[in-house]
Antibody, heavy 116, light 111 residues
Framework: EVQLVESGGGLVQPGGSLRLSCAASGFTFSSYWMHWVRQAPGKGLVWVSRINSDGSSTSYADSVKGRFTISRDNAKNTLYLQMNSLRAEDTAVYYC?????????WGQGTLVTVSS | DIVMTQSPDSLAVSLGERATINCKSSQSVLYSSNNKNYLAWYQQKPGQPPKLLIYWASTRESGVPDRFSGSGSGTDFTLTISSLQAEDVAVYYCQQYYTYTFGQGTKLEIK
């Protein structure tokens, strides 16, 4: 059974940093591209970032470019999102998802709240 | 950037009736390299993550009931639920997965 479990969310002050993790199991993690998608409270889905299977290629939404960094450790079956210079508008549930182009499996999400 | 626009924003349909949600992209998501539309539909119920329903615009994900169908090509796409069930109440999103943008979502309720 495919499982994606996010962790690392919490309350952080504006300008602060946080690192999210996504532990994967039940599939060959190293063969799949992976994504982060976020959802502000009561709002729609917003794509954040993706990484290819070996970590050599990444892409970001303009809203997070230069502040967020996606990475992965295929030996640990784990995806990461390093978030720096956080703003109030980054407050959201962050989901990781596996990808075959389309996003086929999603985690339950982790809540990030940016507030003083 | 490719902008995805769904219509309507919300929809109320009687049980057993047809529900239709539209999705329009600002540029074609049909790519000549493989003649495929990079368009997916997701269902999100309250408190849950999104669930993949349809990919390549019309291919139903394994386990998705056949009352769900996707159609369209290029810039105009439709998700149809042929006979609405109570468990279909959710928000539905389209996404182009060439550069990954989502539509704003359509909230589907029972009339």
């Amino acid at each position: 059974e495919v499982q994606l479990v996010e962790s690392g969310g919490g309350l952080v002050q504006p300008g602060g940093s946080l690192r999210l993790s996504c532990a994967a199991s039940g599939f060959t993690f190293s063969s799949y591209w992976m994504h982060w998608v976020r959802q502000a409270p009561g709002k729609g889905l917003v794509w954040v970032s993706r990484i290819n299977s070996d970590g050599s290629s990444t892409s970001y939404a303009d809203s997070v470019k230069g502040r967020f960094t996606i990475s992965r450790d295929n030996a640990k079956n784990t995806l990461y999102l390093q978030m720096n210079s956080l703003r109030a508008e980054d407050t959201a549930v962050y989901y990781c998802a596996s990808s075959q182009g389309y996003l086929d499996y999603w985690g339950q999400g982790t809540l990030v709240t940016v507030s003083s | 950037d490719i902008v995805m626009t769904q219509s309507p924003d919300s929809l109320a349909v009687s049980l057993g009736e047809r529900a239709t949600i539209n999705c329009k992209s600002s540029q074609s998501v049909l790519y000549s390299s493989n003649n495929k539309n990079y368009l997916a539909w997701y269902q999100q119920k309250p408190g849950q993550p999104p669930k993949l329903l349809i990919y390549w615009a019309s291919t139903r994900e394994s386990g998705v009931p056949d009352r769900f169908s996707g159609s369209g090509s290029g810039t105009d796409f439709t998700l149809t639920i042929s006979s609405l069930q109570a468990e279909d109440v959710a928000v539905y999103y389209c996404q182009q997965y060439y550069t990954y943008t989502f539509g704003q979502g359509t909230k589907l309720e029972i009339k």
